[in-house]
């Protein structure tokens, strides 16, 4: 969404042809066109794929008009559908407004409304009706019972036209499985629009669904808009269905790229009666105002065309069929006796200390209380552990259970935990008695210094925190030196904010002055750097103390001073050899504070790619003499060189002098108001002798006394 920040002045019209452009201004009711316009000029090459599919569609409707019955579906097919109600009080959106909604939706698609016996005379030749239908769904995607109403509370009072609402740590709710449910989003929207959906293929797979305001639901507050006739708009273009007027503000060159609805100058208003005709429509029996792909009152809508159902049939065997065969209608089957391990909680994917205690939520999902169960815990599939659990769970109860303590060896390693005998009898659902992860444990090292030329994966050590299971970081084929480095693909991380973690291996800092990481980046953008209200790619350095349960940022760059490359590019950024910048990190705050460990942190901004290279720890121990007197010279005695050092770094010097010992001036080293630590004066062509060092600060004069060989 926010390449249409720098694309703004170019937003196509998408359904003319593929190189006008125009910028729409009126407010709509349906969002949706805006929102493909968003996602198509975010993403070019989307843009090829998007109309490549919507006219390969259209043709294959065109070729087939007289044996069409071969492009539907062969019988109806019923979609399992979840209404996530993210409100403030998602409680006004009673059970019964839901019920009576999937109840006007069934009859809208199948033609069985009240209403559909209005068709006027003169449409009702084209009347259809599709063959999709749909359920509240009876079972979650981990097969819990449910209504297929989730009620979640925001603090997000308004939604606008992006992907918080589909996401919990946005204030929205995450999707269920959207290959095996529709998700329809009820809220509070902005700007006027009380709904939009998203098309096939044109965004990432956990956003697609339909969003609708609350108040279009039936018996809304929204006058004339509370029949529930938005949600059957927008599940159309779910399905795959334009605007009836084809988008194109009055030109009539527009399409719906349906070849029985009447050509349509803009959508309706109000609710109109009677054959109307347009500057579009020409003689004949005017426009289709009643079609619900229109923006007439509710209850002036009653109807789709047959080449609407036959298109919808159509993109539902093609891209939507497996919501056909998804099981979220079936009511899940409940044993009397069925243990269940719901989560994984320890070990996670990395552990400090080869010692852990795994840590599992255990929920009783049968009708039988659950008292006893076996625990058996595998560990690169040789059994490490048996544990014998005493309880009372009652159905529907969950609890935290620890398990006796295990000792990894060195390395990355698969952990399977099982459950077996509940109730001293066998578990009549198995399926859910396993839970499996992986998890490594290397100990701390003393050095870091990696290029990432080692082509077996990341070095022991390392690991990637990958937070939404999307894009992440991954070996890249280029490097600031050698072939390679790690890289985020951000141009095409759609899913943002989202973070990911690069971690190194842990370390510690015991009785150093000081230590630094330094490490190469290069970076890109999409937009403009002027762009104002931007997301931005950002990039991060953590470091933690405990393991990662917490983290201290000590580096943060997005923007202007983060990119190597300023220009905006609108394809992949890759870098040249002199588009990177070495950065560094002090580290000195966490000298003797135990064992550390860093992670690289990319925040998407749906911007461009990120690379690291030559990620090196570089620790400091100060001459305890330096430490002591806050000036040295060395060697002493010299030879061919002399090296001034201060610690810590001067205040107020001005000048570093080397006389002779009869007080002649032999060289001066003028120093800045910034001063550094060393300084050096070449000697080899100086007669043997004794020799004196100078620091001359505002308010004092340092000598050290050398001796030249």
């Given at each position: 969404?926010?390449?249409?920040?720098?694309?703004?002045?170019?937003?196509?019209?998408f359904i003319q042809s593929e190189g006008q452009t125009q910028k729409k201004?009126?407010?709509?009711?349906?969002?949706?066109?805006?929102?493909?316009?968003?996602?198509?000029?975010?993403?070019?090459?989307?843009?090829?794929?998007?109309?490549?599919?919507?006219?390969?569609?259209?043709?294959?409707?065109?070729?087939?008009?007289?044996?069409?019955?071969?492009?539907?579906?062969?019988?109806?097919?019923?979609?399992?559908?979840?209404?996530?109600?993210?409100?403030?009080?998602?409680?006004?959106?009673?059970?019964?407004?839901?019920?009576?909604?999937?109840?006007?939706?069934?009859?809208?698609?199948?033609?069985?409304?009240?209403?559909?016996?209005?068709?006027?005379?003169?449409?009702?030749?084209?009347?259809?009706?599709?063959?999709?239908?749909?359920?509240?769904?009876?079972?979650?995607?981990?097969?819990?019972?449910?209504?297929?109403?989730?009620?979640?509370?925001?603090?997000?009072?308004?939604?606008?036209?992006?992907?918080?609402?589909?996401?919990?740590?946005?204030?929205?709710?995450?999707?269920?499985?959207?290959?095996?449910?529709?998700?329809?989003?009820?809220?509070?929207?902005?700007?006027?629009?009380?709904?939009?959906?998203?098309?096939?293929?044109?965004?990432?797979?956990?956003?697609?669904?339909?969003?609708?305001?609350?108040?279009?639901?039936?018996?809304?507050?929204?006058?004339?808009?509370?029949?529930?006739?938005?949600?059957?708009?927008?599940?159309?273009?779910?399905?795959?269905?334009?605007?009836?007027?084809?988008?194109?503000?009055?030109?009539?060159?527009?399409?719906?790229?349906?070849?029985?609805?009447?050509?349509?100058?803009?959508?309706?208003?109000?609710?109109?009666?009677?054959?109307?005709?347009?500057?579009?429509?020409?003689?004949?029996?005017?426009?289709?105002?009643?079609?619900?792909?229109?923006y007439s009152y509710d209850r002036c809508l009653m109807m789709f065309t047959?080449?609407?159902?036959?298109?919808?049939?159509?993109?539902?065997?093609?891209?939507?069929?497996?919501?056909?065969?998804?099981?979220?209608?079936?009511?899940?089957?409940?044993?009397?006796?069925?243990?269940?391990?719901?989560?994984?909680?320890?070990?996670?994917?990395?552990?400090?200390?080869?010692?852990?205690?795994?840590?599992?939520?255990?929920?009783?999902?049968?009708?039988?209380?659950?008292?006893?169960?076996?625990?058996?815990?595998?560990?690169?599939?040789?059994?490490?552990?048996?544990?014998?659990?005493?309880?009372?769970?009652?159905?529907?109860?969950?609890?935290?259970?620890?398990?006796?303590?295990?000792?990894?060896?060195?390395?990355?390693?698969?952990?399977?935990?099982?459950?077996?005998?509940?109730?001293?009898?066998?578990?009549?659902?198995?399926?859910?008695?396993?839970?499996?992860?992986?998890?490594?444990?290397?100990?701390?090292?003393?050095?870091?210094?990696?290029?990432?030329?080692?082509?077996?994966?990341?070095?022991?050590?390392?690991?990637?925190?990958?937070?939404?299971?999307?894009?992440?970081?991954?070996?890249?084929?280029?490097?600031?030196?050698?072939?390679?480095?790690?890289?985020?693909?951000?141009?095409?991380?759609?899913?943002?904010?989202?973070?990911?973690?690069?971690?190194?291996?842990?370390?510690?800092?015991?009785?150093?002055?000081?230590?630094?990481?330094?490490?190469?980046?290069?970076?890109?953008?999409?937009?403009?750097?002027?762009?104002?209200?931007?997301?931005?790619?950002?990039?991060?350095?953590?470091?933690?103390?405990?393991?990662?349960?917490?983290?201290?940022?000590?580096?943060?760059?997005?923007?202007?001073?983060?990119?190597?490359?300023?220009?905006?590019?609108?394809?992949?950024?890759?870098?040249?050899?002199?588009?990177?910048?070495?950065?560094?990190?002090?580290?000195?705050?966490?000298?003797?504070?135990?064992?550390?460990?860093?992670?690289?942190?990319?925040?998407?901004?749906?911007?461009?790619?990120?690379?690291?290279?030559?990620?090196?720890?570089?620790?400091?121990?100060?001459?305890?003499?330096?430490?002591?007197?806050?000036?040295?010279?060395?060697?002493?005695?010299?030879?061919?060189?002399?090296?001034?050092?201060?610690?810590?770094?001067?205040?107020?010097?001005?000048?570093?002098?080397?006389?002779?010992?009869?007080?002649q001036k032999v060289a001066e080293i003028l120093t800045p108001d910034n001063?550094?630590?060393?300084?050096?004066?070449?000697?080899?062509?100086?007669?043997?002798?004794?020799?004196?060092?100078?620091?001359?600060?505002?308010?004092?004069?340092?000598?050290?006394?050398?001796?030249?060989?």
């Amino acid at each position: 969404m926010r390449k249409l920040m720098v694309a703004v002045m170019m937003l196509c019209a998408f359904i003319q042809s593929e190189g006008q452009t125009q910028k729409k201004t009126k407010v709509e009711k349906c969002g949706t066109m805006t929102v493909l316009e968003q996602q198509l000029n975010a993403k070019p090459a989307l843009r090829e794929k998007y109309i490549q599919q919507r006219d390969q569609i259209t043709e294959k409707l065109k070729n087939n008009s007289d044996k069409t019955a071969n492009l539907r579906t062969n019988a109806a097919v019923v979609v399992p559908v979840v209404f996530h109600i993210v409100l403030a009080n998602p409680n006004v959106v009673t059970n019964a407004q839901i019920l009576r909604q999937i109840d006007s939706l069934n009859k809208d698609y199948s033609s069985t409304n009240g209403s559909s016996g209005n068709v006027p005379a003169w449409f009702q030749s084209i009347k259809g009706t599709s063959n999709i239908q749909f359920c509240l769904a009876q079972r979650t995607p981990s097969g819990e019972e449910t209504n297929g109403i989730n009620r979640v509370s925001t603090n997000v009072p308004v939604f606008d036209l992006d992907n918080r609402i589909k996401t919990t740590s946005q204030g929205g709710q995450d999707s269920w499985d959207t290959e095996k449910y529709l998700n329809i989003w009820v809220c509070e929207q902005d700007n006027g629009i009380i709904g939009y959906a998203t098309f096939p293929t044109t965004t990432d797979p956990i956003y697609q669904g339909v969003v609708i305001d609350y108040r279009s639901l039936p018996g809304g507050s929204y006058a004339e808009y509370n029949g529930g006739k938005t949600l059957t708009h927008e599940t159309g273009h779910f399905f795959g269905l334009y605007h009836i007027w084809g988008d194109d503000d009055g030109r009539c060159s527009g399409s719906d790229f349906v070849d029985d609805t009447p050509n349509q100058a803009d959508a309706s208003e109000g609710c109109r009666t009677g054959k109307f005709a347009d500057s579009c429509s020409g003689a004949g029996n005017g426009i289709n105002y009643q079609n619900y792909m229109d923006y007439s009152y509710d209850r002036c809508l009653m109807m789709f065309t047959k080449k609407q159902a036959e298109r919808m049939d159509l993109i539902f065997n093609q891209y939507r069929s497996s919501l056909a065969s998804s099981n979220g209608c079936v009511p899940p089957v409940i044993y009397d006796v069925d243990a269940w391990l719901t989560e994984l909680i320890s070990p996670e994917q990395r552990i400090c200390d080869p010692g852990f205690v795994p840590v599992v939520l255990l929920k009783n999902r049968g009708n039988q209380t659950l008292t006893s169960l076996t625990f058996n815990v595998v560990i690169d599939n040789v059994s490490a552990a048996t544990y014998q659990w005493t309880g009372n769970l009652p159905k529907g109860a969950e609890t935290t259970v620890n398990l006796p303590e295990i000792t990894a060896v060195i390395g990355r390693h698969n952990f399977t935990i099982y459950t077996t005998n509940p109730n001293n009898t066998a578990d009549q659902n198995k399926s859910n008695d396993t839970l499996r992860t992986v998890f490594q444990y290397f100990p701390a090292v003393d050095q870091i210094r990696e290029g990432f030329e080692n082509n077996t994966g990341l070095p022991d050590g390392w690991d990637i925190v990958n937070f939404d299971g999307g894009i992440t970081w991954e070996k890249a084929n280029l490097g600031k030196t050698g072939v390679h480095s790690m890289y985020i693909n951000n141009f095409e991380y759609e899913q943002f904010p989202s973070r990911d973690d690069l971690r190194l291996p842990e370390f510690s800092l015991p009785g150093l002055d000081s230590a630094f990481l330094s490490f190469q980046v290069a970076a890109g953008v999409f937009s403009a750097l002027s762009t104002t209200g931007n997301n931005w790619d950002t990039l991060e350095v953590l470091i933690s103390t405990d393991c990662g349960k917490t983290y201290t940022s000590v580096y943060k760059k997005w923007a202007e001073t983060l990119v190597t490359r300023t220009a905006p590019s609108q394809t992949a950024f890759v870098p040249k050899s002199n588009e990177w910048r070495k950065d560094s990190v002090n580290l000195q705050n966490y000298i003797d504070k135990g064992e550390l460990l860093v992670a690289f942190r990319n925040t998407t901004g749906y911007e461009n790619n990120i690379y690291l290279d030559d990620i090196n720890l570089r620790k400091v121990i100060i001459n305890p003499n330096l430490k002591a007197k806050g000036f040295l010279v060395t060697p002493n005695p010299a030879r061919s060189s002399i090296t001034v050092q201060f610690f810590p770094q001067p205040v107020n010097l001005r000048a570093v002098q080397l006389y002779s010992s009869t007080g002649q001036k032999v060289a001066e080293i003028l120093t800045p108001d910034n001063p550094g630590v060393f300084y050096q004066f070449q000697t080899g062509g100086l007669v043997s002798g004794i020799y004196y060092i100078r620091a001359v600060f505002t308010d004092r004069v340092v000598i050290n006394k050398v001796l030249k060989l």
